[in-house]
């Protein structure tokens, strides 16, 4: 027994983690799986009615909200914060002085917690005292800005606080590419007389490829996970309007005992990054091997 | 001329870069001096304008007796809630990932690539798709709404991103070194102990900075897995932002957002290089 030990010892030391994810990740998957085609309210019953939660949660005006802002939410937040990005890299990698301190500025939103986020951007787009009161006392009498007490435009704060908090990160991964660049690419292409913008278009942002593909990845990772942004910051609010899928999932599936519901939900999120996650590493995989 | 277009560029890249710095910074500025205003100020001055005379007592009420719901002890229990979550979370999911990334790294058998994969996966699946049957499994445990049943939760989803970073560490140390050991008559955890531990500081300090960050933030598994007394400190801030007895005090919001950010701030500053390198390593898996 103990000789088996010894030999086989990395395998046990392995084995704990091994079983705890195969219980904790892919069993606990199947679990929801199961309890997203059973009628379960309050507790687990496991009477199977086939569809019936996904024909409930896609016919649910709440739910379609909650996709809508999804997509809305996503392609600003990642175009925005690609832009945004990628624009302050290139200039932080002229060699500008106190680079560092300019770098650390940027990227400390990605310390805080998204609550702390979400009570910040709150306190300053209140309607009342934040920026509309800042405006009126600058002179600009006439200023509104009440998009987050506005069911239209709810969402639209969402994506100002996410992009403050995350854009810097972005900024950080276009800086590391950047700074991989062979010199002597850029120096050929101004011996050449390409002019520095056209060295950008041509030659250094077609290298980033990469680079943009896994900040889009990472990104779009976040906006489907949002969940605490939305809850500190509207609340999902002002009614359902600026809800994401992450809250309707916890609203069902905890404060409204709808457990078959919530859990169906939730499959269509996994669903949804597994529709983004596996071409990307299969992309990656393969450009691995050749 | 041609200095003078350098000249003009360069202050062009300066203002940019320097706009772009005062716009990620104005959001702490604001909470910054809110906190330090009375709530008459507040109402007649305005999100930028700088209080009269600095007033801590919006710090001290967010402290130690503001109501986060029906409760009204201030953030205090909570943030050491918090500590008490986050400490040994950080430590077990840090040495199990340390094993587990020495294991995959150099002590490969047959099906631990296909094992590294199948744990990989956890790194990006939703959280959502798991609440439901954990919230019935510490139910069974008899965790429900414990602190130890949150540090069982945050180490047993910390261990993949731990794992990912030690075994991505570990995988560029070449497995001569090994072998060589093993022939010098040294054991599995010999070789651990006296070669890898030694060389692993960097590592470390990386995954505890981002374990110490992700489980501090967590807001999600606060939520759902705390009850009245072991919530953390991000959702006690929730309630507190939420709870209006008494008029809305925007100043105590503030000076409660701030703590809560504190520690990761502070982490942030001291070890940014670190946090940093964490972060795209988490980001770009491997």
Known sequence: MFKYLATHLPKVVLAPTAIVMLVCMYGFIGWTAGLSFTKSRMLPQWEFVGLTQYEKLFSNPRWMVALDNLLIFTLLFIFISLVLGLLLAIFLDRKVRGEGVIRTIYLYPMAISFVVTGTAWKWILNPGLGLEKLAHDLGFSNFEFRWLVDQDMAIYTIVIAAVWQSSGFVMAMFLAGLRGVDDNLVKAAQV??????????????????????????????????????????????????????????????????????????????????????????????????? | MNNLQYQLGRSFIYSILIGFALLYLAPLYVMLITSLKDVEEIRSGNLIALPESFNFSAWAKAWSSACTGSDCQGLAPYFWNSMRIVIPAVLMSTVIGACNGYVLAQWQFKGSNFLFGALLFGCFIPFQVILLPMAKLLAVLGLANTVTGLVAVHVVYGITFTTLFFRNYYIAI?????????????????????????????????????QFTQIWNDFLFGVVYSGPGTQPITVALNNLVNTSIGGKQYNVDMAAAIIAALPTLVVYIVAGKYFVRGLTAGAVKG
């Open chain 2, 174 to 210: 070449p497995s001569e070194l090994v072998r060589a050991a093993r022939l010098d008559g040294a054991g599995f955890f010999t070789i651990f102990w006296r070669i890898f531990l030694p060389m692993s500081t960097p590592i470390f300090v990386v995954t505890v900075i981002w």
């Open chain 1, 192 to 290: 050449d007389g390409a002019s520095v913008i056209q060295t950008y278009w041509h030659i250094i942002l077609p290298l980033m490829k990469p680079v943009f593909f896994g900040a889009v990845v990472v990104l779009a990772h976040i906006a489907i996970k949002s969940f605490d942004l939305v809850q500190a910051l509207t609340g999902g609010g002002p009614g359902y309007a600026s809800d994401l899928p992450a809250n309707f999932m916890y609203t069902f599936a905890f404060s409204r005992a709808q457990m078959g519901l919530g859990a169906a939900s939730a499959m269509v999120m996994l669903g949804g990054v597994l529709a983004i996650l596996v071409p990307y590493l299969y992309s990656e995989l393969r450009s691995k091997k050749s």
